[in-house]
C-alpha cells in the first residue's frame, strides 16, 4: 500500500515544487531571500507540528543523533537550497537554472550506485538519458547549440551551491536512516531549519539596503511553505523511504513540465513545440526509471 502511494506521488510531487518557479519569479521586491525562505518554512513547520507531535508521542522523542542529522539537513534542505535558489533567481537566467538543475538527478543516480549501492539497470539508466534529453531540450527551447554561447554570472554560483547541496540532501536523508516515520522526521528537519534561518535572516535584514516585506510577500511566503515546501517535500522524503534516492531523484526532471503549464497559466508565458518535444523524452524516460520491477 505505501509503496503504491508513492508511486502514485510521482506526477504529484513535481507539481507541488513548480509553484517555487512562480514565487521566484514574483519575490524580488516583495521580500528578501532569507526572509522568504524562514517564513516559507515556518509556516509549513506550523501546519507539521500538530500532526508531529502525535507522532512523537507515538514513536519517542527524537534521539540526540536525530537532533544532529536535522540540523544537517536542514542547513542543506531549507537553507541552501531555500534562500540561495532565491539569491541566484535574481541574476541568472532560466536557462543557466534549468541546465543546472538537470545535473541534480544525475548526480544523486551516480552517488547513490556508488555510495548507497542502489544500481541502476540498462532500462533505468536509459530512462535517465532520455529524461536528461528532455530536460535539455526544454531550457534551451529546442536549441541545445545554444548551450555554447551561454554566459555565466554571480548567480550560477548560487545555483550551483544550491544544486549540490540538494544532492547531498538527498542522499543523506536516504543513508541517515531514523526511527521516526518520514513526516515526524522532515518536521524535526524543518524545525532545525527554522532555527538556522532565523539570526541568518536578521542578519540580511541589517546588511540589505531598504529591506522589506510586503503584503504580497506574505502570500508568497505562504504559497511557498503549503506547495513547494510542505506538500512537494513531505511527498518527496515518503517516495524515497520507499523506492530510493536514485528512482525518487529521477522524478525532478517533470519540473520543467509543469513549470511550462504554471508559466502559461500564471505570467503569460506561451507554450512551444520545445514543450511539446521535450515531454515526449521525459515522460517516458521518467517511466522507465521508476516504473515497478517485474516479480520472478
Not at 40 to 53: C, G, H, I, K, Q
Not at 63 to 89: E, H, K, N, Q, T
Not at 218 to 244: K, N
Not at 281 to 294: D, F, N, S, W
Request: net charge positive; hydrophobic share 55%.
Amino acid at each position: 500500500m505505501r509503496r503504491s502511494l508513492a508511486y502514485a506521488l510521482i506526477p504529484v510531487t513535481p507539481a507541488f515544487w513548480s509553484a517555487n518557479y512562480y514565487v521566484a519569479a514574483k519575490a524580488p521586491g516583495e521580500i528578501e531571500p532569507h526572509a522568504l525562505a524562514l517564513l516559507r518554512w515556518t509556516f509549513a513547520l506550523s501546519v507539521m507540528l500538530p500532526f508531529a507531535w502525535s507522532a512523537f508521542r507515538r514513536h519517542g522523542m527524537p534521539s540526540r543523533r536525530d537532533w544532529i542529522d536535522s540540523f544537517l539537513l536542514g542547513g542543506l534542505g531549507m537553507w541552501i537550497c531555500g534562500a540561495f535558489v532565491y539569491y541566484g533567481g535574481r541574476s541568472t537566467s532560466a536557462l543557466n537554472i534549468g541546465l543546472m538543475y538537470a545535473l541534480s538527478p544525475v548526480l544523486i543516480a551516480v552517488f547513490s550506485a556508488l555510495w548507497l549501492k542502489e544500481r541502476l539497470n540498462l532500462r533505468q539508466a536509459l530512462g535517465v538519458c532520455l529524461a536528461f534529453m528532455g530536460v535539455v531540450w526544454i531550457v534551451t527551447r529546442g536549441a541545445p547549440l545554444a548551450i555554447a554561447g551561454i554566459r555565466w554570472v554571480e548567480g550560477d554560483l548560487w545555483i550551483a551551491v544550491a544544486v549540490l547541496c540538494w544532492t547531498a540532501y538527498s542522499l543523506l536523508l536516504r543513508q541517515r536512516t531514523s526511527r521516526l516515520d518520514p513526516f515526524a522526521r522532515l518536521s524535526l528537519i524543518t524545525a532545525c531549519g527554522v532555527l538556522l534561518l532565523i539570526p541568518l535572516t536578521w542578519l540580511e535584514s541589517q546588511l540589505v539596503p531598504g529591506w522589506h516585506i510586503t503584503g504580497e510577500g506574505l502570500w508568497l511566503a505562504l504559497i511557498a511553505a503549503l506547495l513547494p515546501g510542505f506538500g512537494a517535500y513531505q511527498a518527496y522524503s515518503f517516495m524515497q523511504a520507499q523506492l530510493g534516492a536514485a528512482r525518487t531523484g529521477v522524478v525532478l526532471y517533470l519540473g520543467p513540465l509543469y513549470a511550462g503549464l504554471m508559466g502559461w497559466l500564471l505570467l503569460d508565458q506561451a507554450i512551444g513545440s520545445f514543450h511539446f518535444i521535450g515531454a515526449a523524452l521525459i515522460l517516458p524516460g521518467v517511466y522507465l526509471v521508476t516504473m515497478p520491477e517485474a516479480k520472478a
